[in-house]
Nanobody, 116 residues
Framework: GQLVESGGGLVQPGGSLRLSCAAS????????MSWYRQAPGKERVLVAT????????NYAASVKGRFAISRDNAKNTVYLEVNSLKPEDTAVYYC??????????WGQGTQVTVSS
């Protein structure tokens, strides 16, 4: 399986981006999908998760109310809308696919830089 992220970039504080993660090579509809991020010198942390059917989402406290995760199972794609961006949101954002008893899939990451 493969995950390919896109949509990162340089944005001013208060701005927005839409990150995308295209999945291939596995049965997308059977996997929970998540976004993680890793800031320079820090550990990778969970940002948001959406269940396989898209019926439930969860967010880290630091992004709740500003970020929104969604998925289009017809397109094998998961999205992360990132709004009201702050400099501390600067990080590489990674897409993750997880299913019980299976090895996780990870994307290569997309850089988000928030700076004026």
């Amino acid at each position: 399986g493969q995950l390919v992220e896109s949509g990162g970039g340089l944005v001013q504080p208060g701005g927005s981006l839409r990150l995308s993660c295209a999945a291939s090579g596995f049965t997308f509809t059977s996997w929970d999908m998540s976004w993680y991020r890793q800031a320079p010198g820090k550990e990778r942390v969970l940002v948001a998760t959406i269940t396989s059917a898209g019926s439930s989402t969860n967010y880290a406290a630091s992004v709740k109310g500003r970020f929104a995760i969604s998925r289009d199972n017809a397109k094998n794609t998961v999205y992360l809308e990132v709004n009201s961006l702050k400099p501390e949101d600067t990080a590489v954002y990674y897409c993750n696919a997880r299913r019980a008893y299976y090895r996780d899939y990870w994307g290569q990451g997309t850089q988000v830089t928030v700076s004026s």
